[in-house]
C-alpha cells in the first residue's frame, strides 16, 4: 500500500486520512473495543498508508486481528472504515498484529491455575480448563439443553466484568458487531461471521466462536418459531453454546421454545446494547462463557 516507512498510530492519536475519490482530507479517530481484560483495545492504524475505497464487501475483510497491549491477547475486531461526504467508505489500514511491535502474549491475568473459581466470567474464560468459551461443569451441557452455558447452582458467580461498551445501532451491520462485541464482552472468544452462510432459514448473520453458534437477526420482523429451533439443533449438533440476539424481537411460540430447551434470546436496543429477554439469557448474563 505504497512505499515509505508506515508506523503504527498510538493509541488515542488520530490518524490523516485522504480520500482517493474527491481528495478530501479527514482526520480519523480509531475505535477503542473492550478486551476481555478490562482494557481497551485501538486497532493500530497505519500512518502514511493510503485508505481504500471499498467496492465490494467480503467478511474475511471486515475483521482485523488485534493485539491486546496490557494482556498480549489477540481478538478480532471490526475493521476501521470512514465515510466520506462524496459518497466513499473508505478502509483504513490497520498494521498486521505479526509485524505488531509488542511482546509475546503472556497468560491472560486470572486467579491460580486448575482453581474452580477463575473458571466463572469472561476475565477467566480465556484459559479456564475446559477451554475458550466452554463453560465449566457437566451437569446441565449441550447434550442435554442445546446450550452449555446453563451451569450448576452451586458454582460460584462470574467475577466482576468491566463495563459493556455498546455500538449504536445505525445500520444492519451495526447489530451484527454490537451482537459479536457483546459475545466477546461475555468471555467467549475468536467470535467471528463464517464466509460460508450455512442456513436460507432465516436471514440472521450467523456468528461463530470456539463452542459458540450465535444467530443475529438485524430486520424488523420478530424471529420465529423455526428459526429459534433450528439455532437449537445447530447448537445441539456441535456440542456448542447456541444465543440468539434480535432487533426486533421473539414471537411468543419463539420465546415458549427457547424457554424449554434453554436457549438464551437476547433483543438490541438502539444504543448496541443486548437485553436478556428469558431466563437463560439471565443466566448466561449473570455467568458469561
Same mark, same amino acid.
Given at each position: 500500500? !505504497?512505499?515509505?516507512?508506515? /508506523? $503504527?498510530? *498510538?493509541? @488515542?492519536?488520530?490518524?490523516?486520512?485522504?480520500? #482517493? =475519490?474527491?481528495?478530501?482530507?479527514?482526520?480519523?479517530?480509531p475505535?477503542?473495543?473492550?478486551?476481555?481484560c478490562?482494557?481497551?483495545?485501538?486497532?493500530?492504524?497505519?500512518?502514511?498508508?493510503?485508505?481504500?475505497?471499498?467496492?465490494?464487501?467480503?467478511?474475511?475483510?471486515?475483521?482485523?486481528?488485534?493485539?491486546?497491549?496490557?494482556?498480549?491477547?489477540?481478538?478480532?475486531?471490526?475493521?476501521?472504515?470512514?465515510?466520506?461526504?462524496?459518497?466513499?467508505?473508505?478502509?483504513?489500514?490497520?498494521?498486521?498484529?505479526?509485524?505488531a511491535?509488542?511482546?509475546?502474549?503472556?497468560?491472560?491475568?486470572? !486467579?491460580?491455575?486448575g482453581? /474452580? $473459581?477463575? *473458571?466463572? @466470567?469472561?476475565?477467566?474464560?480465556?484459559?479456564? #480448563? =475446559?477451554?475458550?468459551?466452554?463453560?465449566?461443569?457437566?451437569?446441565?451441557?449441550?447434550?442435554?439443553?442445546?446450550?452449555?452455558?446453563?451451569?450448576?447452582?452451586?458454582?460460584?458467580?462470574?467475577?466482576?466484568?468491566?463495563?459493556?461498551?455498546?455500538?449504536?445501532?445505525?445500520?444492519?451491520?451495526?447489530?451484527?458487531?454490537?451482537?459479536?462485541?457483546y459475545?466477546?464482552?461475555?468471555?467467549?472468544?475468536?467470535?467471528?461471521?463464517?464466509?460460508?452462510?450455512?442456513?436460507?432459514?432465516?436471514?440472521?448473520?450467523?456468528?461463530?466462536?470456539?463452542?459458540?453458534?450465535?444467530?443475529?437477526?438485524?430486520?424488523?420482523?420478530?424471529?420465529?418459531?423455526?428459526?429459534?429451533?433450528?439455532?437449537?439443533?445447530?447448537?445441539?449438533?456441535?456440542?456448542?453454546?447456541?444465543?440468539?440476539?434480535?432487533?426486533?424481537?421473539?414471537?411468543?411460540?419463539?420465546r415458549?421454545?427457547?424457554?424449554?430447551?434453554?436457549?438464551?434470546?437476547?433483543v438490541?436496543?438502539?444504543?448496541?446494547?443486548?437485553?436478556?429477554?428469558?431466563?437463560?439469557?439471565?443466566?448466561?448474563?449473570?455467568?458469561?462463557?
Open positions: 500500500m !505504497g512505499g515509505g516507512t508506515k /508506523g $503504527a498510530i *498510538a493509541v @488515542g492519536e488520530n490518524v490523516p486520512v485522504r480520500c #482517493p =475519490a474527491c481528495r478530501r482530507a479527514h482526520m480519523y479517530v475505535p477503542v473495543y473492550p478486551c476481555a478490562g482494557a481497551p483495545v485501538v486497532p493500530p492504524l497505519m500512518r502514511g498508508a493510503p485508505a481504500e475505497p471499498i467496492t465490494h464487501r467480503t467478511w474475511t475483510d471486515e475483521w482485523v486481528t488485534v493485539r491486546c497491549g496490557a494482556c498480549g491477547r489477540q481478538d478480532q475486531w471490526p475493521q476501521p472504515e470512514l465515510g466520506c461526504p462524496c459518497g466513499t467508505v473508505l478502509r483504513v489500514p490497520v498494521r498486521p498484529v505479526t509485524a511491535a509488542s511482546p509475546p502474549r503472556p497468560p491472560a491475568p486470572g !486467579g491460580p491455575a482453581t /474452580g $473459581a477463575k *473458571a466463572a @466470567g469472561p476475565a477467566g474464560a480465556p484459559d479456564g #480448563p =475446559a477451554g475458550p468459551g466452554i463453560p465449566q461443569g457437566t451437569d446441565a451441557t449441550s447434550s442435554t439443553t442445546g446450550v452449555s452455558t446453563v451451569r450448576d447452582a452451586s458454582q460460584p458467580p462470574a467475577a466482576a466484568r468491566p463495563s459493556f461498551n455498546p455500538v449504536t445501532i445505525r445500520t444492519a451491520r451495526d447489530v451484527v458487531t454490537a451482537a459479536a462485541l459475545l466477546r464482552w461475555l468471555g467467549f472468544r475468536e467470535v467471528v461471521q463464517p464466509e460460508e452462510r450455512r442456513s436460507s432459514v432465516t436471514p440472521a448473520v450467523e456468528l461463530r466462536g470456539p463452542g459458540l453458534v450465535a444467530q443475529v437477526d438485524p430486520t424488523t420482523r420478530p424471529v420465529p418459531l423455526r428459526a429459534v429451533e433450528c439455532l437449537w439443533l445447530e447448537g445441539l449438533a456441535s456440542s456448542s453454546a447456541a444465543v440468539y440476539f434480535s432487533l426486533a424481537g421473539y414471537e411468543e411460540t419463539s415458549a421454545r427457547a424457554d424449554g430447551v434453554g436457549l438464551p434470546l437476547f438490541m436496543d438502539l444504543t448496541g446494547t443486548p437485553q436478556p429477554v428469558n431466563t437463560p439469557a439471565d443466566d448466561l448474563l449473570a455467568r458469561g462463557a
